[in-house]
T-cell receptor, first 113, second 113 residues
Framework: QQQVKQSPQSLIVQKGGISIINCAYE??????FPWYQQFPGKGPALLIA?????SEKKEGRFTISFNKSAKQFSLHIMDSQPGDSATYFC????????????FGSGTQLTVLP | KAGVTQTPRYLIKTRGQQVTLSCSPI?????VSWYQQTPGQGLQFLFE???????NKGNFPGRFSGRQFSNSRSEMNVSTLELGDSALYLC????????????FGPGTRLTVT
């Protein structure tokens, strides 16, 4: 059973554009929703995370939008830059349990110069 | 602070052999989680250790095991290697308490021939 569905699988955006990646989850008990960025040959790096008590969180050019009723959350990258070209993963976790993340399948983002 | 370190970075083993991978968490972090990353299955949770105790385990066969030492350093072991064990093995550390932020190391690339 796929607990987190991520889309799109790949995304091509022009420099300066907005990149949007979506995730949908099944279990309403999840209450921690991070996004990770991974460059080739590197481990995933935590970008931004949100708890379900807020609908939006912004850090620099990165924003998480959270829709609890729809069980969806998304990552928006404003003013996308070629250096943002990487694979992005959403993840979910239960706050009451051990530190176990369940990841989406990843989105390969390419920002064209 | 130094980040999460993993050794070795690359490893080539033969089917049937066993392998031990090492992870040193960020100083002060007491929780260490292990993940396997493959093109086909994505990022999958293996297990998590906290205060030298396994707190949670993913859906992997018993050939995969781990341990944590009193200084929070962790090792994972895979016995009787199979071709399908070829993957990037990632370690992530988390501070104790209410933090759920997991910080990943660069990973160990294991190739089984």
């Amino acid at each position: 059973q796929q607990q987190v569905k991520q889309s799109p699988q790949s995304l091509i955006v022009q420099k300066g554009g907005i990149s949007i990646i979506n995730c949908a989850y099944e279990n309403t008990a999840f209450d921690y929703f991070p996004w990770y960025q991974q460059f080739p040959g590197k481990g995933p790096a935590l970008l931004i995370a949100i708890r379900p008590d807020v609908s939006e969180k912004k850090e620099g050019r990165f924003t998480i939008s959270f829709n609890k009723s729809a069980k969806q959350f998304s990552l928006h990258i404003m003013d996308s830059q070629p250096g943002d070209s990487a694979t992005y993963f959403c993840a979910v976790s239960f706050s009451g349990s051990a530190r176990q993340l369940t990841f989406g399948s990843g989105t390969q983002l390419t920002v064209l110069p | 602070k130094a980040g999460v370190t993993q050794t070795p970075r690359y490893l080539i083993k033969t089917r049937g052999q066993q392998v031990t991978l090492s992870c040193s968490p960020i100083s002060g972090h007491r929780s260490v989680s292990w993940y396997q990353q493959t093109p086909g299955q994505g990022l999958q949770f293996l297990f998590e250790y906290f205060s030298e105790t396994q707190r949670n385990k993913g859906n992997f066969p018993g050939r995969f095991s781990g341990r944590q030492f009193s200084n929070s350093r962790s090792e994972m072991n895979v016995s009787t290697l199979e071709l399908g064990d070829s993957a990037l093995y990632l370690c992530a550390s988390t501070a104790a308490g209410a933090s759920y932020e997991q910080y990943f190391g660069p990973g160990t690339r294991l190739t089984v021939t």
